[in-house]
């Protein structure tokens, strides 16, 4: 379960958005940014245990396949998690703190870093047009750079649908870092439409061919 919003970006600042893509991918059809930040409540198989993952995101086209996301930078709160990741390609580190956490109808995805919060998410209930919440699916490629520059494509594959549950409401994003991609956005504190999700059900992750494209 989890917060998602994903924002347009402005034409002026497409070439930043290019420099902070790999040279083996290109602009998509219609740029943005996505951020997340969800709890894996239970993840197989063992030792893998549920973890809180959070993550930057571009969207981005390869030449050979679809269109899917390109990471900028993903803590986790699971050093199983995070090793496992970096094998592939994943941009993940450890965090001082990740959480996500109810209050009333509400909840807050925070995380901490030598004392800043490079993002919040805070997701309140409400009636409002999300026109790509049917559109970037569970099962939507993410691109990553492995130690050789090489892309692999990582692909959700979902096997089992028990219940899936989208609640659409208001996401306050709230930045703190000094890192380039928050140029990108515009302000340091802004409120857009997203989305609450729980999910139910069994999901595979896998390596498109099992190699690098």
Same mark, same amino acid.
């Given at each position: 379960m989890g917060i998602t919003i994903a924002l347009d970006i402005e034409e002026i600042k497409l070439s930043l958005y290019k420099s902070l893509l790999?040279?083996? /991918?290109?602009l998509p059809l219609r740029p943005q940014m996505m951020f997340y930040i969800y709890h894996f409540t239970k993840i197989f198989p063992w030792p893998l245990k549920g973890y809180i993952e959070a993550a930057v995101? #571009?969207?981005?086209?390869?030449?050979? =396949?679809?269109?899917?996301?390109?990471?900028?930078?993903?803590? +986790?709160?699971?050093?199983?998690?995070?090793?496992?990741?970096k094998w592939v390609g994943y941009p993940k580190y450890i965090p001082d703190s990740l =959480? /996500?956490?109810?209050? *009333?109808?509400?909840?807050?995805?925070?995380?901490?870093?030598? $004392?800043?919060? !490079?993002?919040? #998410?805070?997701?309140? !209930?409400?009636? +409002?047009?999300v026109w790509w919440k049917d559109v970037?699916?569970? *099962?939507?490629?993410?691109? #990553?750079? *492995?130690?050789?520059?090489?892309?692999?494509?990582?692909?959700?594959?979902?096997?089992?649908?028990?219940?899936?549950?989208?609640? =659409?409401?208001? +996401? =306050?994003?709230?930045?703190?870092?000094? $890192?380039?991609?928050?140029?990108? +956005?515009h302000g340091s504190d802004q409120t857009m439409p997203g989305i609450f999700h729980k999910f139910i059900g069994k999901v595979f992750l896998t390596r498109k061919d099992q190699k690098p494209l």
């Open positions: 790999p040279e083996q /991918l290109e995101c #571009l969207r981005a086209q390869h030449p050979q =396949t679809q269109e899917g996301w390109y990471i900028l930078t993903m803590p +986790v709160s699971s050093r199983m998690a995070c090793r496992s990741g =959480t /996500l956490e109810s209050f *009333d109808d509400e909840w807050v995805g925070k995380i901490v870093r030598e $004392e800043k919060s !490079p993002f919040i #998410l805070k997701f309140s !209930p409400a009636d +409002v047009d970037y699916r569970r *099962d939507s490629a993410f691109f #990553l750079v *492995d130690k050789n520059t090489q892309i692999n494509q990582m692909q959700p594959v979902i096997h089992k649908v028990k219940s899936y549950e989208i609640e =659409t409401g208001n +996401v =306050t994003l709230t930045l703190d870092s000094d $890192e380039e991609w928050t140029n990108l +956005v």
